[in-house]
């Protein structure tokens, strides 16, 4: 097959005309079918009316009782009669008979006075001086196809003959041959229309493929295919009417859209939240941070050009849980790290304030320093650990309390603080305490006036337990008490390059997962106030996975 055969634009025209011929080829056949048809009939209703006519002539039935007074020749009153009639009406010819059949005319006049039967092989029953009633149809006579009509001949009610007009199909072909023609050039005017628009079509066709051929189309879907579904990061696409066109395994999962997706409204397959604002484009930027169950994904929105023509956009998602999980990680380790040097630094001054206290020979006073610096951290245990039942609980207070010192703020747990019954789901009461306690001590660090401070406040009602983190920090501004539970959401910056953001948006899904509330208010700084629900003294899948704390969600987060 020809390049040319094989283009696209081409074998569209070539289907088109070939369509548009063989479609008026048709026409054209059955319009002439028709013609002929109706012709037929229109020459046949003739032959009868002129048949009729001259059957009901008064001379002519004379004539044919008297048995043709001028003799049943071509010069008898009969055969003129006939003659006139077949000249005034355009007959191919009129013949009349008697009762038997014998012809009194003919347009041969060496017929004439032969019977009807010795050259004609008609049936019987189209024959009027046989059956008395009137026929019409195509026959096969003297003079070739012949469109007859016929009538009986009568005289005072009795049948004396018959009268047999007839035309010549071949005068009917020509006049179905003289519409034709007239209609031939209506057909090819619409025939040429057809291949303009045939070419107008083809043009089109290019454009919107923009010049590709069938097979560098399949191969372009077989290589958007297997791009789309082999690569581990999630791709949405829609047009500029926010129409979907196209998403792939992991798009469809985590944007949890329908089947037969494709086409619809991109605002109807989103669920609400920070997702759908980056998705829409209301919240933009490069690798926006989006929380997705326990999955953190980078995204990613930019648009779809081609010759300078907006098509629509494109929004890739990649999965950064375990890189940011490394990262806060590492934060935290650097944090622990700088907590550490303090600490050796604070015992380095407490050691050599006590070998000071020991050379200048105050015995007594070395041993009070000392018995001073472990009697404040032990009562701290006890207390915890006589209103707080978990171990992971208070041991996660304390190790934040030294974290606090280290950063000149004091973390007071409040007086009414307790929750003696066993605690269910301990790694969300974990993530919740410390991401609160972490951010509450962040903002006190920051503020200017001293003593910078937080108070931890957690109460245990019946199965619930309350969370409660106040500051001395600067507060939330009232327009950001909302916003500052999104993901991505953050003052602070890392020392690592970690996205921040993520420890109060992880603190709303885990409580509002468990279908509690949390809240941010104002009293001197920020108070933040966290509802678990059905974690305390109930027994159940929680209270077992309370000495198993899940590793994903386990330790506490920075945001």
Known sequence: MSTRVQRLSTQVVIMMVTILVVTLAAGFAVVQHNLNRQLD???????????????????????????DPGGVSARGAVQAMAMAVAGNTGAAFVVVTNKAGTRYSHPKPWLIGLPVWSNDHEPASSEPFRTGRLWMGIQRGTLGMEAVGKAPLLSQGRLIG????GFLTATVAGEVASTLAGLASYFLAVLALGVLAAFGLSRRLKRQTFGLELGEIAALLQEREAMLHGIREGVLGYDKNERIVLANDLARQLLDLPPGFVGRPLRQGLPPGRLADVVTGEIEGTDLLVLDGDRVLAANRMPIQ??????GWVITFQDRTESEALKRQLDDAIGLTETLRAQSHEFANRLHTVVGLVELGHYNEAIQFVTEVSTARAHLTERLQARISDAKLVALILAKVSLADERDVQLRVMDDSHALAPISDVSDVLTVAGNLIDNAVDAAAQAQARPRWVELTIVAAEHNLMIRVRDSGP?????????????????????????RGLGLALVRQVVTGRGGMISVGHDAGAVFTAVLPACVGVDGPGAAEAEAPREATGAPVRS
């Open 306 to 311: 081609h010759e300078r023509q907006h098509l």
């Open 41 to 67: 009939e229109q020459y046949e209703h003739r032959a009868l009316a002129v048949a009729q006519t001259l059957a009901a002539e008064p001379s002519l039935q004379q004539a044919v009782r008297a048995g």
């Open 162 to 165: 018959e009268v047999s007009v």
């Open 475 to 499: 507060g939330v501004p009232h327009d950001m008490r909302e916003a500052i539970f999104m993901d991505g959401v953050t003052t602070k910056s890392s020392v690592t390059g970690a996205r």
